[in-house]
């Protein structure tokens, strides 16, 4: 099993350009959920989906959207990006309950 | 207060030595507590997960919960250079479909 596969793990973006990180999980998980992690501050929920059809605000939604697009895939869109989105995305899934949850690889996205 | 508190650190040990690290959380109805271990450049993965009060062992590893206290550890016996990482903190609010997590301790094991 992949697990929770991001692409692209890489990618440079110009002020102002739009992009779609990509997030698909093989384990038949209900929830998915957005992170990123900048130095000093920890994982700070973006936007999650707690089940298939839903989707909620995290800590930082502000320029950022999502769509689920069925129980495997979970897409992060920026729509203009900025400076400040400049980080490391993670894509994690989980069974919805108090189970733990499993990351992807990462994504480090750099915004100049 | 924050939601999931962790000392940033570095947390020094020796290799051999027994690591302790810890995490308090504020919400008293919190109910599931995880320990992920993250290297550098890499993605956070599970080490322990804690349900209950009192400790919980795997290998060389002690998850330890105090929800009186609201407070979890993380032993980490016969430190080995391999372990040195950040290790976060986790935490699952109750009625919450979130883990709310900390900002990490860094260790680093000195052979």
């Known amino acids: 099993n992949a697990g929770v596969t991001q692409t692209p793990k890489f990618q440079v973006l110009k002020t102002g350009q739009s992009m779609t990180l990509q997030c698909a999980q093989d384990?038949?998980?209900?929830?998915m959920y957005w992170y990123r992690q900048d130095p000093g501050m920890g994982l700070r929920l973006i936007y999650y989906?707690?089940?298939?059809?839903?989707?909620d605000k995290g800590e930082v939604p502000n320029g950022y959207n999502v769509s689920r697009l069925n129980k495997r895939e979970f897409s992060l869109r920026l729509e203009s990006a900025a400076p400040s989105q400049t980080s490391v995305y993670f894509c994690?899934?989980?069974?919805?309950?108090?189970?733990?949850?499993?990351f992807g690889q990462g994504t480090r996205l750099t915004v100049v | 207060q924050k939601e999931v508190e962790q000392n940033s650190g570095p947390l020094s040990v020796p290799e051999g030595a027994i690591a302790s690290l810890n995490c308090t959380y504020s919400d008293r109805g919190s109910q599931s507590f995880f320990w992920y271990r993250q290297y550098s450049g890499k993605s956070p993965e599970l080490i322990m997960s804690?349900?209950?009060?009192g400790d919980k062992e795997d290998g060389r590893f002690t998850a330890q919960l105090n929800k009186a206290s609201q407070y979890v550890s993380l032993l980490i016996r016969d430190s080995q250079p391999s372990d040195s990482a950040t290790y976060l903190c986790a935490v699952n609010k109750s009625g919450y479909s979130t883990l709310t997590f900390g900002k990490g301790t860094m260790l680093l094991v000195s052979p």
């Open positions: 804690i349900y209950s009060n």
């Open positions: 994690a899934s989980r069974v919805l309950g108090n189970t733990e949850a499993f």
């Open positions: 384990m038949n998980h209900n929830s």
């Open positions: 989906s707690a089940s298939e059809g839903t989707t």
